[in-house]
């Protein structure tokens, strides 16, 4: 190989180059955001392996949300937001005018920050979605769902006998637990968590993570999180943003004992951020 | 009522009538009671006649014009200013009126229904439908400002938690955030709703202000309304009008009472903490 060849195979981020886990379920090819003037997310280019959890990490403003968003097409609310790239899950552009943005959403679930239920009953919020896409033909099915996402994440035994009582009555960890359920309810190939446990004690942390670890097997999911500790215990992969650069991604042992860059390096260590 | 320091040539009633009237009482022919026949005719040139079903139901038909023209209008107008529609001049512009427009002198709205409605479309003149078109003008303002507020109090994480599970913007509005900002919507719709009940000015102008025997039968016939029916009988000479005008005076205050502690109510029991 001469030099050229290399130089042209080298990707313009070395930490982009996919490594082998999985099949990439998402894959993003130079992805700009832009908010009005601001330039929010510059050339991101990354693969996201399938039925693995891959954490987002960086200090906080340097854009792990906004990718977040780009993924189930959030960003689309924002009217200043403008997405450039692509992005592709199986092989399919998730920015072609001809996709349905309901049928996306549906299949890339979202868990908020903040837990945010429905102001409605337990059982209403984890039927919402099958309702609105008519996944169960009848009340009998419906049951069925709700009981099997309640217990999927791991709420069923702290609910069952209160289905009826509203969502948001529930402690901050039920009810983000309760926002899994509904996610998940749907029947996503991926979920999107942005940094789900921040407004949560750390016992109900603990819970979230376990419940992360028991669906990861049959779920892509992305986590945003500001807690390398807890980037450390769920992922098996990492991306490390700074400033709207994907700065590095690999596998989580490696960016965490071993990263390439210096940014990454000082971030981890507790340098900066 | 009938006070006998008046002159006899200064009364309608004149001392042998009160007479007569004496025996009838002694007798107990007579009585005062509570006068259903008020509530169950139309007006009249005879006081003892005059009641204030006409203008009754011409207020209940010009608020009814009003409700349909306003709610859908009031909550599309507070809705559409939110979410995805970019801001630009136009939006801006827009604002800035609404704002404006709720502080215009509703006279002005009787001049712009007289031109526009009557003169313009060539719409009926003492009508309902016009009333009620009129009137529509004047509490938009307000009923899109209380929409906009009710809706903006509903935290943007609920529309975003709906469209996360896959639901399009309109399912994301109708099954979520406009119920949710309902109670709110209700409750400046029925306070639009009390003004416009209470508003006589723009009526004036358009006609409504006739005297009208009939009791309406149409949005398009010739009616009155209960406060333009206040302000006929307050001007009338006879005595007997007088209590006429106090009677209808408690009817409208009874319904404003009632409208605005309806809308208390249903602040107080749907009122949510986030
Ligand atoms: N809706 C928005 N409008 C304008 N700027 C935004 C918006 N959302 C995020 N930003 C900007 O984009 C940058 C990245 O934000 P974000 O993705 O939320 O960061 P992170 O999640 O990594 O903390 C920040 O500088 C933020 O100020
Ligand atoms: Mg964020």
Redesign the pocket.
């Known amino acids: 190989m001469d030099a050229t060849a290399v130089a042209k195979s080298a990707p313009a981020n070395i930490g982009a180059r996919p490594q082998p886990l999985g099949e990439p379920k998402i894959i993003a090819r130079d992805v700009n955001v832009h908010?009005?003037e601001?330039h929010?997310l510059k050339n991101v280019t990354l693969d996201v392996p399938e039925k693995a959890v891959m954490a987002f990490i960086?200090p906080?403003?340097?854009?792990?949300?906004?990718?977040l968003r780009c993924i189930n097409r959030m960003n689309d609310t924002?009217a200043?937001?403008k997405v450039s790239g692509l992005i592709q899950i199986d092989d399919q552009n998730i920015y072609d005018p001809s996709l349905d943005v309901v049928q996306l959403r549906a299949r890339v679930g979202m868990v908020f920050q903040k837990p945010n239920p429905f102001p409605k009953s337990i059982y209403e919020n984890v039927a919402y979605g099958p309702r609105i896409h008519g996944l169960a033909r009848n009340k009998a099915e419906l049951d069925e769902i709700v009981e099997s996402s309640l217990k999927k994440a791991s709420l069923w035994n702290e609910v069952k006998d209160r289905l009826n009582d509203t969502g948001t009555g529930l402690s901050g960890g039920q009810q983000q637990r309760l926002c899994i359920a509904r996610a998940i309810a749907v029947s996503p190939e991926i979920i999107l968590m942005d940094e789900p446990c921040s407004a949560l004690d750390p016992i109900a942390t603990a819970r979230v993570e376990e419940l992360i670890e028991e669906i990861r097997r049959n779920y892509t999911i992305v986590i945003?999180t500001h807690s390398m500790q807890q980037a450390a215990r769920v992922s098996q992969r990492v991306a490390f943003?700074h400033l709207?650069i994907l700065v590095e991604t690999g596998e989580t042992e490696k960016i965490f004992t071993s990263p390439n860059d210096k940014r990454t390096q000082d971030y981890i260590t507790g340098r900066f951020g | 009522m009938l006070t006998f320091e008046t002159p006899e040539n200064e009364r309608r009633v004149g001392d042998q009538q009160i007479a007569w009237l004496e025996t009838l009482k002694a007798k107990g022919l007579v009585d005062s009671g509570f006068n259903t026949g008020f509530f169950t005719s139309g007006d009249s040139r005879e006081a003892e006649q005059a009641g204030i079903l006409g203008a009754l139901v011409g207020s209940l038909m010009t608020m009814f014009v009003t409700l349909v023209f306003c709610l859908p209008v009031g909550v599309g107008r507070g809705d559409l200013s939110r979410g995805v529609r970019a801001k630009n001049r136009w939006t801006d512009i827009i604002e800035i009126n609404i704002n404006n427009l709720a502080a215009v002198p509703s006279i002005v709205y009787g001049l712009l229904g007289l031109a526009i409605f009557l003169n313009f479309f060539g719409m009926p003149r003492s009508s309902a439908v016009v009333g009620g078109f009129v009137l529509a003008l004047l509490v938009l303002p307000t009923i899109i400002i209380a929409s906009r507020a009710a809706l903006k109090a509903v935290p943007p994480s609920i529309r975003e938690a709906a469209l996360g599970v896959g639901a399009s913007h309109q399912q994301a509005v109708f099954h979520h955030t406009l119920p949710l900002a309902m109670p709110g919507i209700m409750t400046g719709t029925i306070i639009g709703m009390a003004h416009a009940l209470g508003e006589t000015a723009p009526l004036l102008l358009i006609g409504m202000v006739a005297f009208i025997v009939d009791v309406p039968t149409s949005f398009t016939s010739a009616t009155t309304a209960l406060p333009v029916q206040i302000y006929l009988w307050s001007d009338l000479p006879e005595v007997a009008f007088q209590a006429k005008t106090s009677a209808a005076i408690l009817v409208l205050l009874l319904f404003l009472f009632a409208m605005n502690g309806l809308a208390i109510l249903l602040r107080k029991r749907f009122e949510r903490r986030w």
Do not use: L, Q
Request: proline content about 0%.
């Open positions: 908010y009005g601001k929010a960086g906080s403003g340097c854009g792990k949300s906004t990718f924002v200043s937001a945003v943003f709207g």
